[in-house]
């Protein structure tokens, strides 16, 4: 019998059911050892792709050679880590077949969709798009879909959360050493009050406006930020999807959040990502996607073949915790 191992998360919450399933299916389903924690991989096995199924191993290996966007040791040996999770999802659907499957369970969620074109991993836009990007920062988009519509095309941006506890927030706002935005700060008409704008040059909140994503109350800067905390990563991300579909003269943008709805810690009751959209001119552009019912739509779309109904099955035993 292969030792599960200690838990490394102490507790009852998410994180430490999360982390108890992972040794538990590293143990008694891969049949393999552990590294530095029960819920990592030891390093062999991790080069070897362990951590992944079907053709996920090779959508990590050919992003990563792709340029920044993957954390290669990090992804191959945690089993806790989201990107794993993102492309042991999404990386089974690049190919034809897999976006017929993306196809069938994404329209469950944005209705509009008549066939996905493209996903794109870890998509990294231009730096003309927000004016951020760097050799290891920059805001990205875990998942990028491209769909076709009957009236054109649209996007649908997805950022995906296995056992994080919060959202990334301002970097202005931490408590770090050189300039901080102090909680209250109102950005103003030009946005100079926001150090992302007078200070680095980022476009969020010129992007934003162009867009026309958020109410004019908050466009006009006389009140205190609101993005100071978790719903700065929302803002963001919604804000470079819907400037993408911009630039490529699309009419869809969707930004939406895929996550355990047992993980109560990252949402809060649903209070963060409800409060972002009463921010919003749309507020059905920014959707909540729960893990267990993505499974249950990708379940409801693939055929009886092997691969599909082993690669759900996988999924369900390592990402659906109780």
């Not at 730096?127 to 920062?137: E, T, V």
């Not at 296995?162 to 301002?170: D, L």
């Not at 993005?227 to 990563?233: C, D, I, L, S």
Request: some cysteine; glycine content about 10%.
């Amino acid at each position: 019998m292969i030792d599960e191992g200690k838990a490394y998360t102490s507790g009852s919450g998410f994180r430490a059911r999360a982390e108890a399933q992972q040794r538990r299916f590293r143990a008694g389903v891969l049949r393999l050892g552990y590294g530095d924690h029960a819920h990592w991989l030891m390093q062999d096995d991790a080069a070897q792709g362990k951590n992944f199924y079907g053709r996920a191993h090779a959508a990590v290996l050919a992003r990563a050679a792709g340029g920044k966007g993957v954390g290669l040791d990090r992804t191959r040996v945690n089993m806790l880590s989201s990107q794993a999770m993102c492309f042991n999802i999404f990386g089974n659907l690049q190919d034809v077949e897999g976006l017929a499957v993306a196809t069938r369970a994404l329209r469950q969620y944005i209705p509009t969709i008549q066939h996905v074109r493209q996903i794109h991993l870890e998509y990294t836009p231009s730096n003309d798009m927000l004016g951020d990007q760097s050799a290891l920062g920059g805001v990205d988009c875990d998942v990028l879909v491209e769909y076709d519509t009957a009236g054109g095309g649209g996007l649908l941006a997805i950022e995906t959360k296995f056992v994080e506890e919060e959202f990334s927030t301002c970097g202005f706002r931490k408590k770090t050493a050189g300039a901080t935005c102090p909680e209250g700060t109102c950005p103003g008409r030009d946005f100079s009050g926001c150090l992302y704008a007078a200070r680095k040059g980022y476009r969020y909140w010129d992007r934003s406006r162009q867009a026309g994503t958020l109410q004019a109350e908050v466009l006009r800067g006389e009140s205190p930020c609101p993005f100071g905390g978790g719903m700065w990563q929302l803002w963001v991300n919604h804000t470079l999807v819907h400037a993408e579909a911009r630039h490529r003269s699309l009419q869809e943008a969707t930004f939406a959040v895929c996550a355990s709805r047992n993980n109560e810690a990252l949402l809060k009751g649903g209070q963060t990502i409800d409060a972002f959209r009463s921010l919003l001119t749309n507020p059905a552009s920014m959707q909540f996607i729960p893990l267990e019912d993505l499974l249950n739509a990708l379940e409801q779309s693939v055929d009886q073949s092997s691969f599909w109904q082993d690669w759900i099955g996988y999924l369900r035993q390592r990402y659906s915790v109780c």
